[in-house]
T-cell receptor
Framework: DGGITQSPKYLFRKEGQNVTLSCEQNLNHDAMYWYRQDPGQGLRLIYYSQIVNDFQKGDIAEGYSVSREKKESFPLTVTSAQKNPTAFYLC??????????FGQGTRLTVV | GEDVEQSLFLSVREGDSSVINCTYTDSSSTYLYWYKQEPGAGLQLLTYIFSNMDMKQDQRLTVLLNKKDKHLSLRIADTQTGDSAIYFCAEKGFQKLVFGTGTRLLVSP
């Protein structure tokens, strides 16, 4: 089945740790996106990538990093510099001619 | 820059029509979308409209686009309790996909 997969579904991070959230798609989409959603809030764009080996900062990139070494994969690392990382993280992909498809999200909690 | 705005909350009775409104600012947007989010889940695409269209109907859903005013609306006919969720509009310009703040729809029996 074609789709976009995020893992893990739940993730716990200790203070000062880096953690990496996985996002994989087999839809052959060029563009991939990471969003953060806080309780009762909308989606804020963290990073996006239009093509392999290239990515741009979104509105709230500080404390996050990404890579795009393969078309199918766009992992997001939440670094220790992100002071308030507890949130719901959503990954999406799209092509020029299609709508955006979303993964089921990863809920990150700092413990 | 891009900015997408929605009202935060809408409450309707079961069987009524719901209308969720959205305004956007990027006139170069090629696609405009409506997504639905249920608690703890990702976003599910409901419908979308090309920027050169005025209206699109899909079963109980009707999307209206006023390009001059940069206004998008989603009408849900015969709203059911299962329609209770957060609804996001989004615009897709040349590079970015930008979402509104979301409208929480509450349907009461």
């Amino acid at each position: 089945d074609g789709g976009i997969t995020q893992s893990p579904k739940y993730l716990f991070r200790k203070e000062g740790q880096n953690v990496t959230l996985s996002c994989e798609q087999n839809l052959n989409h060029d563009a991939m996106y990471w969003y953060r959603q806080d309780p009762g809030q909308g989606l804020r764009l963290i990073y996006y990538s239009q093509i392999v080996n290239d990515f741009q900062k979104g509105d709230i990139a500080e404390g996050y990093s990404v890579s795009r070494e393969k078309k199918e994969s766009f992992p997001l690392t939440v670094t220790s510099a992100q002071k308030n990382p507890t949130a719901f993280y959503l990954c999406a992909s799209s092509s020029l001619a299609t709508e955006a498809f979303f993964g089921q999200g990863t809920r990150l909690t700092v413990v | 820059g891009e900015d997408v705005e929605q009202s935060l909350f809408l409450s309707v009775r079961e069987g009524d029509s719901s209308v969720i409104n959205c305004t956007y600012t990027d006139s170069s947007s090629t696609y405009l979308y409506w997504y639905k989010q249920e608690p703890g889940a990702g976003l599910q695409l409901l419908t979308y409209i090309f920027s050169n269209m005025d209206m699109k109907q899909d079963q109980r859903l009707t999307v209206l686009l006023n390009k001059k005013d940069k206004h998008l609306s989603l009408r849900i006919a015969d709203t059911q309790t299962g329609d209770s969720a957060i609804y996001f509009c989004a615009e897709k310009g040349f590079q970015k996909l930008v979402f509104g703040t979301g409208t929480r729809l509450l349907v009461s029996p």
